[in-house]
């Protein structure tokens, strides 16, 4: 158990839908990421955020957003999915937010039908 | 700019036998490179990690790899596989800049035989 917790752990949905994927970094942990794993492009990173504020952004679509809350914990929005969204959606979080160890959690598998 | 190539996205060893994983990263500033181990149906688990210092980096589980300059190269061993040690393996790279996000190989694939 690396602490680091997703809900929800599946989630099913229609194409046009918009869902709402949420992370619980470590205890002491400032910083959350988003990657999205799939079969054709592997594990690509998504955003960062450091104690609220956005820090890196990766290959993150404009109809996908997140933000950061003051209890630390993030949400993933995406919204307008197409079936080409189907993947898994992992967090993690690390301490300071650099070249820190991250620890992941156990991912949100977002299937789009 | 940074990127990771995994050669060979399966790897069939047998049990007791030496495990070799390439990875070979770019990197425009100086690289903290990863490795971490995914398990069927789970999250990514940190194998070992290189930042700074010794070349030769021990990890759990009996995995080791050395970083090496000269070669771009950072690949993954461990003397004797076990069949526990079944799993997809990740390459990752990130740079020493204000942000920790990781660019990921495509991973390898270890399949352990009886």
């Known amino acids: 158990d690396s602490g680091v917790t997703q809900t929800p752990k599946h989630l099913i949905t229609a194409t046009g839908q918009r869902v709402t994927l949420r992370c619980s970094p470590r205890?002491?942990?400032?910083?959350v990421y988003w990657y999205q794993q799939s079969l054709d492009q592997g594990l690509q990173f998504l955003i960062q955020?450091?104690?609220?504020?956005?820090?890196a952004k990766g290959n993150i679509l404009e109809r996908f957003s997140a933000q950061q809350f003051p209890d630390l914990h993030s949400e993933l929005n995406l919204s307008s999915l197409e079936l080409g969204d189907s993947a898994l959606y992992f967090c993690?979080?690390?301490?300071?937010?650099?070249?820190?160890?991250?620890?992941f959690g156990p991912g949100t598998r977002l299937t789009v039908l | 700019a940074q990127s990771v190539t995994q050669l060979g996205s399966h790897v069939s060893v047998s049990e007791g036998a030496l495990v070799l994983l390439r990875c070979n990263y770019s990197?425009?500033?100086?690289?903290?490179l990863f490795w971490y181990v995914q398990y069927p149906n789970q999250g990514l688990q940190l194998l070992l990690k290189?930042?700074?210092?010794?070349?030769l980096v021990k990890g759990i589980n009996g995995f080791e790899a050395e970083f090496k300059k000269s070669e771009t190269s950072f690949h993954l061993t461990k003397p004797s596989a076990h069949m526990s040690d079944a799993a997809e393996y990740f390459c990752?790279?990130?740079?020493?800049?204000?942000?920790?996000?990781?660019?990921f190989g495509q991973g390898t694939t270890l399949q352990v035989k009886p």
């Open positions: 993690a979080s690390s301490v300071s937010g650099k070249a820190d160890t991250q620890y």
């Open positions: 205890s002491g942990d400032l910083s």
């Open positions: 955020y450091y104690n609220g504020e956005e820090r």
């Open positions: 990197s425009s500033v100086p690289p903290y």
């Open positions: 290189y930042t700074t210092g010794a070349t």
């Open positions: 990752a790279v990130t740079g020493s800049g204000n942000t920790g996000k990781l660019i």
